[in-house]
């Protein structure tokens, strides 16, 4: 027999934390609305979705909600599956409010296409450095090309 003394019961120090829930973070929110989004340009539900990442569908809700973060292992996969890059999932589409339907539809297409983005980025580029006569005001100014003669006729 193994006699121990004058022996206290161990203490259990509780983190003041614990059971309480961390906050979402603006971050997460983010995340889980490019998910939502991607999500969404794939044409899947959050039950289609869950199957084929193998989790429950309780889970793509709370990432989608920014509710429950998605660590870094299961962004990595999920770019994979949706062939994107990691940054397409830090990207915070309310930064610029765009009114022109025009403009909607342009931001629209190069979210849903890196390949048309990538075009769409090179056309910019180029008409940006097009040498066109710039107004007082920064707007680029369009000449109308130079009238030429007809038949029987001068130009001014």
Same mark, same amino acid.
């Given at each position: 027999?193994?006699?121990?003394?004058?022996?206290?019961? #161990?203490?259990?120090?509780?983190?003041?934390?614990?059971?309480? $829930?961390?906050?979402?973070?603006?971050?997460?929110?983010?995340?889980?609305?490019?998910?939502?989004?991607?999500?969404?340009?794939?044409?899947?539900?959050?039950?289609?979705?869950?199957?084929? /990442?193998?989790?429950? $569908?309780? $889970?793509?809700?709370?990432? %989608?909600?920014?509710? /429950? #973060?998605?660590?870094?292992?299961?962004?990595?996969?999920?770019?994979?599956?949706?062939?994107?890059?990691?940054?397409?999932?830090?990207?915070?589409?309310?930064?610029?409010?765009?009114?022109?339907?025009? %403009?909607?539809?342009?931001?629209?297409?190069?979210?849903?296409? #890196?390949?048309?983005?990538?075009?769409?980025?090179?056309?910019?580029?180029?008409?940006?450095?097009?040498?066109? #006569?710039?107004?007082?005001?920064?707007?680029? /100014?369009?000449?109308?090309?130079?009238?030429?003669?007809?038949?029987?006729?001068?130009?001014?």
């Amino acid at each position: 027999m193994l006699f121990l003394g004058n022996c206290q019961k #161990p203490q259990i120090f509780i983190p003041l934390n614990m059971g309480k $829930k961390k906050e979402p973070s603006r971050i997460d929110h983010i995340i889980g609305g490019n998910l939502k989004r991607l999500r969404g340009n794939a044409k899947m539900s959050q039950q289609q979705f869950a199957d084929m /990442v193998g989790v429950d $569908k309780s $889970k793509v809700s709370g990432w %989608e909600s920014g509710n /429950v #973060p998605l660590g870094k292992g299961w962004l990595e996969k999920l770019c994979g599956r949706f062939e994107v890059p990691l940054g397409e999932f830090y990207y915070e589409a309310t930064s610029t409010i765009v009114t022109d339907e025009e %403009e909607k539809k342009i931001l629209q297409t190069m979210r849903e296409s #890196p390949d048309i983005k990538h075009q769409i980025v090179a056309i910019a580029e180029a008409l940006a450095s097009f040498d066109a #006569p710039k107004s007082g005001k920064g707007d680029t /100014v369009i000449v109308p090309k130079k009238r030429t003669a007809k038949k029987g006729r001068k130009t001014a």
